[in-house]
């Protein structure tokens, strides 16, 4: 369960990244403000903190 749970965190933390970096492309291309809703990256530090939480749990719980 410590492996699911890191891959988890792992997905949310690339997609989070993709999604910043589209965005600054974005904003690049037609000079409007276009970035991303700031609310989805702190849903993704959320998600992140939250899975690397529940793994270390899983680690402690397999112990």
């Given at each position: 369960?410590?492996?699911?749970?890191?891959?988890?965190?792992?997905?949310?933390?690339?997609l989070?990244?993709?999604?910043?970096?589209?965005?600054?492309?974005?904003?690049?291309?037609?000079?409007?403000?276009?970035?991303?809703?700031?609310?989805?990256?702190?849903?993704?530090?959320?998600?992140?903190?939250?899975?690397?939480?529940?793994?270390?749990?899983?680690?402690?719980?397999?112990?």
């Amino acid at each position: 369960m410590t492996g699911f749970f890191l891959l988890l965190a792992a997905i949310v933390l690339v997609l989070a990244i993709v999604a910043v970096l589209l965005g600054r492309l974005s904003d690049g291309e037609d000079r409007e403000k276009s970035s991303i809703n700031p609310i989805w990256l702190l849903f993704a530090a959320v998600l992140f903190v939250g899975f690397c939480y529940w793994a270390f749990l899983a680690s402690k719980w397999e112990q």
